[in-house]
Structure formats: structure tokens, C-alpha cells
């Protein structure tokens, strides 16, 4: 388990990869964002995206998945309180295959939960030609071993 | 047809009613945020939140579901360049029901899509005793309405 003292500020992880198909994006995008470019090349060909695109939510959903299981032994989150400055930098495309590159940004001990800590993350998800599709910012609450511990 | 004319600054609308189920969150948290206290009801009620919570994410994934079909299937959208924040203000559990307060902040013309306009939004989702449990600030793109032809 990877806890708050294993996230020292400056770490740097590259997460993945994960690959998308036409078919999760559209089985995605039915139930929770079902515009027409994100169903089938029909509806985009004449948008910005030219042919069937992920929602950028899916996008956002891929990263998280990366985040949480891409590394050699799960993370101690508690949750988060939320993100800054998502941006969806280019359309992600069947086939394309995905990497999390995130890095530890700034971090506090929280003083009213001591079993815990703030992780300040940024989060950028790449596809396979190494440019970036998606960004953001995030603090997550993540678990302190010391207190693990004293549970026993 | 809603166009980029129709999100005025101030404008307020309330939409949306999604019903929240255990089988929903842990299916996508399964998939995509594996966290015991999303998938795993027993673990759930041992943890901190007492039982299982969806994901921040699934909570962002429903709130678009309620946007895209009570606003963009009938708006010339054109998509989004993002987020500007997003905070998760209160769990959301099984039997918890949905909606949304759509408030326009800023509505601007692009520059360099002169044919787009940018409309820029907080998002309140709200619960069914009106608690809110996520805030959105967030942009998206319209087109304008084209020009009557005289003809």
C-alpha cells in the first residue's frame, strides 16, 4: 500500500498504458454523454473531432483508472475534494493508447485528521505520440503509515 | 435549437433527475475507481462514510448524462475545452436523487472561431433534500445562430 510518506514532493510517475476501443467509447458515452460525436463517425465526420471521439469525461475516467491501478501496490486514497483547471487538450480516438504522467506537486499533514494527508497532484494524460490529451490539478487525501500502524 | 445567443449572463435554469443505485456505483467503480468504499458495501460501512459513496467522477459522469439531455441534444454544441474546477461538496449514496441549477457566469465570442461563442457556467448538482453535492465551473462551446437570409 503507498501511503501519504511514500509521495515525497517532486515524485514523478508515468502510469500505464491503457488502450481504448470504439466500443467502450461508445458504450460510455450512451450512458453518460451521448452527443453524437461521442457515438459513432457518423456524427462527427462534420464536427471538430472528424471521427468517433472518447467523451472527455471517459478520458477522465481512463486517467483515474491509471491512477489508481497503475501502480506496483495500490494507493492509500481517502477521496478528494475535488480538481482545478481540467483541460481537454485533444480528442482521443479508438485504438489511441493512454499514459498517466503525475507528479507530486505539494503535500501537508491535515491537521484536524492526523490519520491523513494532502497530496497535491498534476495530472497529465498522454496518447501513444506522447501529446497531451487531457491536464489537470487535483489534491487527494491519502493515508499515513505511522498511523496505520498505531491501529495495529 | 439553443444557440450561443441563448446563454445570456445570469441566466439560471434547474434540470435534471437521475436516480442514484448501489448497482450503478459499483459498477463504474469497478471499472474505473476501485476504491473499497466505492465497491464494496461491507468495507463501505466500516470506512469513514459509513457505506458506499460514488466516485467524485460517476457523480461528474451523471451530471453530464442531465446536461447533454436537457441542454446540449437540443443546443448546436460543439464541445468543451474544459474545467475550471470542480468540488465534491457531500457523498452521494445509493436512493439519492440528482438534479442540476445551471447558472451562466461569462458568455464571450471566440476571436480565433468567430462562428463560436464560449459560455462559461457554474453547475450546482444538488440531492433531493437540496444539499449540494458537487460545484462545476465549467466552459463550453456553442455555435451562433446563423444569419437570416434575406431571401
Known sequence: MIHYEDLPVGDHRLLGPTTVSAD?????????DPQP????????????????????????????????TGRSE??????????????????????DRLW?????????????????????FAVETRNQDDRVVMSYRTVSLIARRDHAMDRG | MH??????????????????????????SEAYDPLPFHTDPVAAAQSPYGGLIAPGLLTCAMFMRMLVDHVLLDAASMGSPGVDSVRWLA?????????????????????SRPGLGLVKSRFDVRNQIDESVCELISNALFAKRPVQSAS
Open chain 1, 100 to 120: 498517466v504522467a503525475v507528479t507530486v506537486t505539494d503535500k501537508r499533514q491535515s491537521k484536524s485528521r492526523p490519520e491523513m494527508g494532502l497530496v497535491h
Open chain 1, 24 to 32: 467502450e467509447i461508445v458504450a460510455f458515452a450512451r450512458r453518460y
Open chain 2, 91 to 111: 457523498p452521494v449514496r445509493p436512493g439519492d436523487t440528482l438534479s442540476v441549477r445551471q447558472e451562466v457566469l461569462d458568455a464571450r465570442v471566440l476571436r
Open chain 1, 74 to 95: 495500490p494507493l492509500a486514497s481517502l477521496g478528494s475534494p475535488g480538481f482545478e483547471d481540467l483541460r481537454w487538450r485533444r480528442p482521443v480516438y479508438p485504438g
Open chain 2, 3 to 28: 444557440y450561443w445567443e441563448d446563454f445570456e449572463i445570469g441566466r439560471v435554469d434547474t434540470f435534471g433527475e437521475y436516480a442514484v443505485t448501489a448497482d450503478e456505483i459499483v459498477e463504474f
Open chain 1, 37 to 68: 460525436f461521442h457515438l459513432g463517425d457518423a456524427g462527427a465526420r462534420d464536427t471538430y473531432f472528424g471521427s468517433l471521439a472518447a467523451s472527455g469525461w471517459h478520458t477522465a475516467a481512463l486517467t483515474m483508472k491509471l491512477l489508481m
